[in-house]
């Protein structure tokens, strides 16, 4: 019976170590959300960086992190961070209001920004979605085409409207995969980054000496096309390309 | 006839170990067109590698440090005759000399599967002065010398002297007195101390040289020396095929068909190089921080706005145009000043070619970003060149900007470290960033779903269950409509039901039935397998057919005994004891079993 008292103990002992486990970084969060409430920015900063640092995330975090460094007047990071957080939470509203806001500091704006109606549509579709829920939608889609072609193999099914709802789950299965693989290129195989220092070079060829086809300056982002010791290849959204670097920049 | 065939095999033997060994065999082949050039001369190299691989390796090149080397290219030829594959990669370099000599081009060599093949060596005399060269100092002199020519190329400068970065035209006529047939191939003059411009289109005109008529190509080039000095400009090339002289063949009634069957040869002509002296520009009255431009231009400065508010930004427009290396105009020089940020916002260039100059514009954007309110000035920007027509420097200075900087009347940012760029900003309303927020919903390393286990699984179980049921149905269809199939797919089970009925007969202690049943058993096994109809089929056609799907010696032996068993049980008097019954049950199990692992039918 005592040996039983014990192994109880023991478990709830141990249930109630994780659950503090567990607890710990919300309240280290949450530690930091006062710090920012009574304007110690650098404090709160190091936290949140800190609990990024080891290996947590969520778009609050980024959201709180860009925040920040608004307060603090490092622009560039503001605008990295809002974007990491928007890549987890496309569709929250005070993400993109800040977003918004820090651009109207933003000392220079892109030029002759052309954009594909093809891109901005298929943008316009994927946008509102994370990657994973566009991979669970596209995993669903999938499965239930499956499930009734099994169906129709099983239970010889056949006729006009079992061929219509096959159509019909087809398209929805092609159209749901094609929207995941382009959020997966856009998000995951395309690298994409922000300008973080003041003002940046943008080089003809990746060496200090080579002619400098403009200055960019915090917070424009770029699409990393290659790299090169200490220069990273960029495309910027008005297809303006160079060699950047690599210290000036932030990979979202 | 008998001592001949022999002979005719070996040499049929001999000559295709010749084929093989020629088909494998890499030759490395080392050309000049020409042994002797003068100084201002180019000569041409060409390495080729012949084999039978695909993929032949770049020759290594022997040392060329006594020339200055030019890659002209790559080319690989890959011809198949008869199935067989022979590759050949030719390199072209030219060659210009840097001192004069007899120099020996060592080998080209080539290692492919460990061994080494090489080219013969070369010798290259380079002479002092051109002995064919005319002396003449007049273009009358070389033009004379080219009247009796069909084609040749002359070379011209507009000026034989020029400051360093001032403009000198090159003017490369091609002459042909006859209809080519075949595209010019031009090889430009070598201009190592020159930036070069190719001034567009080229000109194309008929020009009397004595009494002849001669079509003129001319191709003209800007030139820009680089250095002082007497810079050389080397000789321009084409190569084109014209067609063949020929004698007049006497009373040769068929001379008369020359003229309906013209043939060509490809000539190789060159211009006589030129010397040009780039004078330094002039010492005295230059600005101290003169860039190096050199020609005529003119710089203005054009403000997009004049009335701001503070931190709001402000595009100036600084264009220079004129005449002269348009791509060597430097931006001009802003310095620091502190009522302002500034940005380089863009740059860009217009390269104009008019009647034979080269020009443009080019223009910097610059961004200025006022800190403070009140009247400011952006100064005028001073730019200076050298212009070679008055042999002065000049300086150009555009006009003070004056603007009017209002103060921002909100004081909503003043808690900021920024202030908005007037213009960019998205909603009036908002004046700071909106709040943080509480939910933290943190997770660890977010990793993507497409690559979890769960995920994977999820989508895969359903196609492993497509596939599951395709296979099931194809088999169901092909069991309703193969009746042989069938019959096969239930040899076993029906042997086992039947042996199961035996041991029952055999507990009943029913020996005839029994070894009936072990009969029944084995012939419906071996006849459903085979596909064929158990009845009337006998003991040596049941063996025969195991013999025929593999069966071994034991096996059809140890069926051979139990049929013959199950025969003398079923048809003799003598009773049959429940031992000997389990051994027939036992070795019937058996034998089934083996026959399993046979491909009956």
Redesign the interface.
């Known amino acids: 019976m005592a040996r039983l008292i014990l192994c109880f103990l023991l478990t709830v002992l141990l249930f109630s170590a994780g659950e503090v486990a567990a607890f710990e ?2 309240q280290e ?2 530690r930091a ?1 006062e710090f ?1 409430e009574n304007q110690d920015f650098e404090a709160a900063l190091q936290i949140y960086t800190d ?1 990024t640092d080891r ?7 980024f ?2 992190t860009g ?1 920040c460094f ?4 490092e ?1 560039g990071y503001a605008v990295l961070y809002y974007l990491k957080a928007r890549r ?1 939470a496309p569709t929250d509203d ?1 993400i993109e ?2 977003l ?10 892109l ?1 002759g920004v052309e954009v594909n109606p093809l891109v901005e549509f298929l943008n316009l579709l994927v946008d509102p979605f994370t ?2 829920r566009l ?2 939608i596209a ?1 669903l889609a ?2 239930i085409f ?2 009734f ?2 169906a129709v ?2 239970f010889h099914m056949g006729g006009l409207g079992v061929r219509l709802i096959g159509y019909l789950l087809f398209v929805a299965m092609v159209i749901t995969l094609g929207m ?1 693989t382009y959020k ?1 290129r856009n998000d ?1 195989l395309t690298e994409k980054g922000v300008i973080i220092a003041t ?1 940046s070079s943008i080089y003809s060829a990746p060496a200090a000496d080579s002619d ?1 086809e ?2 960019g ?1 915090y917070g424009l982002t770029f699409e990393v096309l290659g790299a090169a010791d200490e220069y990273r290849l960029v495309v910027f959204e008005n297809k303006r390309r160079g060699w950047i670097k690599k210290d000036d920049i932030e990979i979202i | 006839m008998v001592r001949r065939v022999p002979v005719f095999f070996l040499v049929c033997v001999l000559l295709t170990g010749a084929a093989f060994s020629a088909a494998d065999e890499v030759t490395v082949m080392m050309m000049l067109d020409r042994n002797i050039i003068t100084m201002n001369d180019q000569a041409r190299l060409t390495i080729s590698v012949t084999g039978a691989k695909q993929n032949l390796p770049d020759p290594e090149l022997p040392n060329l440090s006594m020339f200055d080397v030019i890659p002209q290219g790559t080319s690989t030829n890959i011809s198949i005759i008869n199935g067989e594959v022979q590759t050949t990669k030719s390199l072209t370099y030219v060659l210009s000399p840097r001192k004069t000599g007899a120099f020996v081009i060592r080998p080209a060599a080539v290692i492919i599967d460990h061994e080494r093949y090489q080219s013969e060596e070369l010798t290259l005399k380079v002479l002092d002065s051109d002995p064919t060269a005319s002396s003449s100092t007049e273009k009358e002199a070389e033009l004379s010398q080219n009247r009796q020519r069909e084609v040749f190329l002359v070379a011209e400068v507009d000026k034989e002297e020029a400051y360093v970065n001032e403009q000198i035209t090159l003017a490369i006529k091609f002459y042909h007195a006859v209809n080519l047939y075949s595209q010019p191939d031009y090889t430009p003059p070598q201009t190592t101390d020159f930036w070069t411009d190719m001034l567009e289109p080229q000109k194309s005109y008929y020009e009397m040289v004595g009494d002849r008529r001669y079509k003129v190509v001319e191709i003209n080039t800007a030139l820009f020396p680089t250095r002082p000095g007497e810079l050389s400009i080397g000789r321009a090339m084409i190569q084109v095929q014209v067609p063949t002289r020929r004698r007049v063949r006497g009373n040769d009634p068929f001379s008369l068909f020359d003229n309906f069957f013209p043939r060509g040869e490809t000539v190789t002509i060159r211009s006589k190089p030129l010397e040009v002296k780039a004078r330094p520009l002039p010492t005295e009255n230059k600005p101290e921080n003169f860039s190096g431009t050199v020609g005529s231009f003119k710089i203005t400065a054009v403000a997009d706005k004049r009335n701001v508010d503070v931190n709001e930004p402000i595009t100036v427009t600084y264009r220079i145009s004129g005449t002269g290396n348009i791509k060597t105009v430097a931006e001009p020089d802003i310095g620091d000043l502190k009522d302002f940020r500034v940005y380089r916002a863009s740059s860009s260039e217009k390269v104009s070619k008019i009647n034979g100059m080269v020009g443009g514009t080019k223009i910097f954007e610059e961004v200025f970003i006022p800190n403070r309110a009140g009247k400011l000035i952006i100064p005028g920007v001073a730019f200076n060149f050298f212009d070679p027509v008055t042999k002065r420097y000049k300086t150009i200075t555009t006009e003070d900007i004056q603007l009017t900087v209002s103060p921002v009347e909100s004081e909503d940012y003043a808690e900021m470290p920024f202030r908005p760029v007037a213009g960019r900003v998205v909603d009036p309303n908002a004046k700071d960033i909106r709040y943080i927020k509480t939910n933290a919903d943190l997770r660890l390393n977010r990793s993507l779903v497409v690559f979890s286990p769960l995920y994977l699984a999820l989508n895969g179980v359903p196609v492993v269950l497509l596939i599951a049921l395709l296979f099931l149905r194809r088999r169901n269809d092909r069991l309703m409509n193969d009746v042989r199939y069938a019959r096969a797919r239930g040899a076993k089970k029906m042997a086992r039901k039947r042996l199961s009925r035996a041991r029952q007969l055999a507990g009943s202690g029913n020996g005839g039935e029994f070894f009936g049943e072990i009969r029944l058993a084995l012939f419906a096994y071996v006849a459903d397998k085979a596909g064929i109809s158990p009845h009337g089929m006998s003991s040596e056609q049941l063996l025969e057919i195991i013999r025929k799907a593999g069966a071994a010696e034991t096996l059809i032996d140890k069926t051979a005994d139990l049929l013959r068993q199950a025969d003398f049980a079923r048809y003799s008097s003598l009773e049959v004891t429940g031992a000997q019954m389990e051994d027939a049950l036992r070795a019937a199990e058996e034998v089934l079993m083996n026959m399993e692992a046979l491909k009956i039918g």
């Open positions: 970084p919300e969060f949450a959300n920012y609990l290996g947590y995330e969520s778009a609050a975090l959201y709180n925040n608004f307060k603090m007047g622009l987890l005070d209001a800040n918004d806001f820090v651009r109207q500091f933003m000392p220079t704006r030029e990657l994973n991979a669970w995993s999938f499965i499956i499930l072609l099994a193999v099983h995941a997966f995951v003002e400098v403009f200055v300056t």
